[in-house]
């Protein structure tokens, strides 16, 4: 079993940058895919970006790609998502998830475990 916990969230106007931390539990952790999901007030969790068990294989929805980074850290069993050029449209509650996989996957169904999310509030 994995535990997440996310942090780094906070108020960003738009244009600036924010880095994401989510720390894991267990031995097991470097075996995972994980991904960074949000939420928006009203919507749909969507998927931002999920990273291979090496972190030599990473996607990103369209709408992040090319602001936005994930990586991780095995040894310390964290894995980050550097935000930057933020909008007002990347507002909301960021989790962060680990899925029993093979590759990089933006499906929710896809992963077991959760973090409890963190806000990102962004100011236009």
């Known amino acids: 079993q994995v535990q997440l916990v996310e942090s780094g969230g906070g108020l960003v106007q738009a244009g600036g940058s924010l880095r994401l931390s989510c720390a894991g539990s267990?031995?097991?952790?470097?075996?995972?895919?994980m991904g960074w999901f949000r939420q928006a007030p009203g919507k749909e969790r969507e998927f931002a970006a999920s990273i291979n068990w090496s972190g030599g294989s990473a996607g990103y929805a369209d709408s992040v790609q090319g602001r936005f980074t994930i990586s991780r850290d095995n040894a310390r069993n964290t894995v980050y998502l550097q935000m930057n050029s933020l909008k007002a449209e990347d507002t909301g509650v960021y989790y962060c998830?680990?899925?029993?996989?093979?590759?990089?996957?933006?499906?929710?169904?896809?992963?077991?475990?959760w973090g409890q999310g963190t806000q990102v509030t962004v100011s236009s």
């Open positions: 267990g031995r097991a952790f470097s075996s995972y895919v």
């Open positions: 998830a680990a899925a029993r996989a093979f590759s990089p996957t933006s499906r929710v169904r896809d992963y077991d475990y």
